[in-house]
Structures are given as C-alpha cells and as structure tokens.
C-alpha cells in the first residue's frame, strides 16, 4: 500500500480505538511496528489479522505480489515489534511458521478470511504466517510498581532471565523431537534449530546488548562520579559485559548458517551463556540495587 494511505489509516486508527472505515472497515486491523533491517528505523504497517488461541496471525501476503513485504524482512532480523490492538499496544515476538505448522496456521487463516487463499493462489512464493506472541515470557513477574531505578533493573534482569529460561526450553523441546523422529523408518529431520529458536535467541541477544550498551554508556559512569570507590566493581562489570558479548557473537555465528549448525556445540555455548549471564546479573544485583533504591523512576524532570 503507498505511504500516505499507510498514513491515513493509521491516523484513523490511533484517533478512533483502532476502528477504520473503507477497506478495512468491519475488519480485524492492527499495526505493527517493525525497525528497519539495514536502517534501524521505526516502520509501522496496517495489517489485517486472525486470532489463534492467545497469538495473533499476520500474512506476508503483499496482495498476492511476487515479494515479501519490507515488514517481514524487517522481523526476520529484528524480531521484537510493536502491536497495536484497539487501544492496546505491547511488544510481541514475531516468529514465522515453519513446515506442516505453517499449513496449518494458514489453513486456520483462509477459513477465517478466505481472501489469503485467493493470494495464496496468484504467486508462487508461499506466504509467510507470523505468529506474533507477546514478548514477556510464560510466568513473567516483573517487580511489580516501578518507582526506582533499582526496580527498573531488576525489571529489565527478570525479563533477560525469563527469556534465557524460555530459549533453553525450547532447544530441550527441538533436541527432544529429534530425538523422537530417529531411526530406520523415520523421516528425516533437516539440520538447523528452527525459525522459533532463531527469533526467540535473536530477541534475546538484541535486548541484552541494548541492556549493557546502556549500562556501559550511562548508568555506570553516573554511578561511578558519585562513588569513586567502587572502580573495581565496574572494571569487573565491564570485564565480563565483554566476555557475554564474545558468546553472543558466536551463538550469532551459528544463527547465520542455521541450515548446517551443530545442535550440540549451540547447546554447549547456550549453557555457557546461560550460567555466565545469570553470575554477572547476580553480582549486579548484590553491587547496584543498594545504590539506586533511592534513586527515583522515571527521573524527575525539572519543570520550566
């Protein structure tokens, strides 16, 4: 759709609780905010959707073209997006199906709104399905009411934990179906960790490196002018910032030869991963929290 008519309906959108008229009207219509692959900025696209139990269905249907849309390639590579539903507006993870899934999400998809077969039918190109799953994991619980800073980080490392926790289950469940599709009569299982895992370790990776980015940039000087003191500390938080970065670079490596990687060298550096991150958000904790619980959030902005 052009720009300015992409513009117009999410106007319309924003000022009427997500109700539209034309096209759309009568239709299940959200917006998705995606960031650019290669720019890093922020697209938002209307799209039409089907509810599946507690997911939401999106198409990569471009109207039945021969391209998938740019919002597509965009999650592929930045899989954390931005849902607008009526008034309502979270983060989801954006997880395209794969295989016998795929079929039969669409399948759920043409008997809800049987206008996708009919674009299913004018391309060649299968249409991708995304499966867009809110971005807090199964069990979140944050700290609850965030008023200081010591709540927001203890926010931010109980999302980076439930994550990991949900990357590691995951991996168990590929390893386990695996496992279970072994022997003489079985089909064969293609090598790789699937779409899911990809996204879901993509996520995560994006999100603690945006975390300690943050951390390294502004958070650790501040603290550092007021208590000199604790040089070591840093020195140490620092040290270990990029040792995690060094296992996501090859944890990303594996990601982008999917197709040939080896489960098992991915499930040794994940537990590596895993046991250094949940040390290093440990020490954090015991270092910091004392020194921002007075420490208001968010700030306080002078007035005038």
């Known amino acids: 759709m052009p720009t300015s008519f992409n513009q117009s309906v999410i106007d319309e959108f924003r000022a009427n609780e997500g109700k539209v ?24 696209t209307p799209l039409g959707y089907v509810r599946h139990g507690d997911s939401l269905l999106v198409v990569g249907s471009n109207l039945g073209g021969p391209r998938h849309p740019g919002w597509y390639h ?25 295989g016998d899934r795929r079929g039969e999400l669409f399948a759920h998809v043409v008997r809800a709104e049987p206008g996708y077969g009919d674009y299913q039918a004018g391309t060649s190109r299968v249409l991708p399905v995304v499966v867009l799953e809110r971005a807090e994991p199964d069990g979140w619980d944050g700290p609850g009411e965030v008023r200081t800073l010591a709540d927001k980080l203890m926010e931010v490392h109980t999302w980076l934990r439930g994550q990991l926790r949900q990357v590691r289950a995951e991996v168990e469940a590929h390893f ?9 009569s079985a089909p064969p299982v293609l090598p790789g960790l699937g779409l899911r895992i990809r996204q879901r370790c993509l996520a995560f990776c994006q999100a603690l490196e945006f975390h300690h980015s943050s951390e390294d940039g502004h958070l650790f000087p501040g603290i550092a002018r007021h ?13 270990e910032h990029r040792t995690i970065a060094r296992i996501q670079g090859e944890l990303a490596e594996l990601l982008a030869g999917i197709v040939n990687a080896d489960p098992q060298r991915f499930h040794a550096e994940l537990e590596e991963m895993s046991s250094r991150l949940n040390a290093h958000l440990d020490y954090e904790e015991e270092a910091l929290l004392p020194l921002l619980a007075d420490v208001p959030w968010p700030p306080d902005v002078p007035k005038g």
């Open 21 to 44: 008229g034309g096209p759309f009207e009568g239709g299940d219509l959200l917006l998705l905010t995606t960031t650019g692959a290669r720019s890093g900025v922020s697209r938002t």
């Open 74 to 98: 965009n999650l592929l590579a930045r899989p954390v997006v931005q849902v607008e539903v009526g008034t309502r507006s979270f983060d989801a993870l954006a997880v395209p199906a794969e």
């Open 176 to 184: 386990a179906a695996r496992a279970a599709r072994q022997g003489p």
């Open 227 to 239: 208590h000199p003191h604790l040089t070591g500390v840093f020195a140490r938080l620092d040290d």
